[in-house]
Each structure stands twice: as C-alpha cells, then as structure tokens.
C-alpha cells in the first residue's frame, strides 16, 4: 500500500468515528456533553491534516 492509500484510509476512518462520537455526545446523553463534541471536532482535524499531507 501507498502513502496516499493509508492516508485516504485513515481519513474516512477518522471521519467515521468523529460523527459517531458527535452524535453520541450530542442525541444520547441527557443533557449536550461538550468532550465528545469536541473530541469529534478534533477528529474531523486530524483528517483534515491527513489529507492535506497526502498531496
């Protein structure tokens, strides 16, 4: 596998887990949680960054 494959890989995967944790945190806990909103926000920069490190 190539540099650029893991690297679009690892961007979908962190893309997926950042909306998971965003809508856990923010439909299923009693009240709005803001560690896991934020912890999906971060989610969303680090695939942000992976992707611009694949060109």
Known sequence: ??????LSIASVLLI???IAMIYI????AP???LPPILTGIGFFVLA???NA???
């Open 1 to 6: 596998m190539d540099k650029n494959k893991i």
């Open 16 to 18: 997926v887990i950042g």
């Open 25 to 28: 945190g923010g439909f299923y």
């Open 31 to 33: 009240k709005v949680i």
């Open 48 to 50: 942000w960054v992976f």
């Open 53 to 55: 490190l694949k060109e």
